[in-house]
């Protein structure tokens, strides 16, 4: 699994590692059970302080993405999110989405078109086979 991050981004490291983390889970590449790198671990690999995975995996953890125990560590949840708390959410994001790709001059026709293709370039992928990014069909 590769996880990219970019320290010139606006957005926060422990938010794109959280984004990374989602993207592998939705496209086979961390699989429900699968245990993460310790926080340790994985904050070596990327090169970043462990509370920045530590607060990645707290996010992740407290959205229901993965759960954590003493004995085995940080695992993949084997029961996503799901119901009104999962909706309230995707809802937020999506508003959003919409309102950045209304700026941005793109008509609902055109936004909804690059959500389903999104959504299929991540939900029809064998398990185990990555892509650069959710939309690179």
Do not use: H, W
């Amino acid at each position: 699994m590769l996880i990219r991050i970019d320290l010139q981004s606006d957005v926060p490291l422990y938010l794109q590692l959280r984004n990374e983390l989602v993207l592998a889970i939705a496209a086979g590449q961390l699989l429900p059970g699968q245990k993460l790198p310790s926080v340790r671990q994985l904050a070596g690999q990327l090169g970043v302080n462990a509370m920045t995975v530590q607060k990645s995996y707290n996010l992740l953890k407290a959205q229901g993405f993965v759960v954590t125990d003493r004995k085995r560590g940080t695992v993949v949840s084997s029961t996503p999110p799901s119901g009104q708390a999962c909706c309230a959410q995707l809802q937020d994001d999506l508003a959003l989405l919409a309102a950045q790709a209304g700026i941005g001059g793109l008509s609902q026709r055109e936004f909804l078109q690059l959500c389903a293709q999104c959504y299929r370039s991540i939900t029809q992928k064998p398990a185990g086979e990555g892509g650069d990014t959710p939309c690179s069909s």
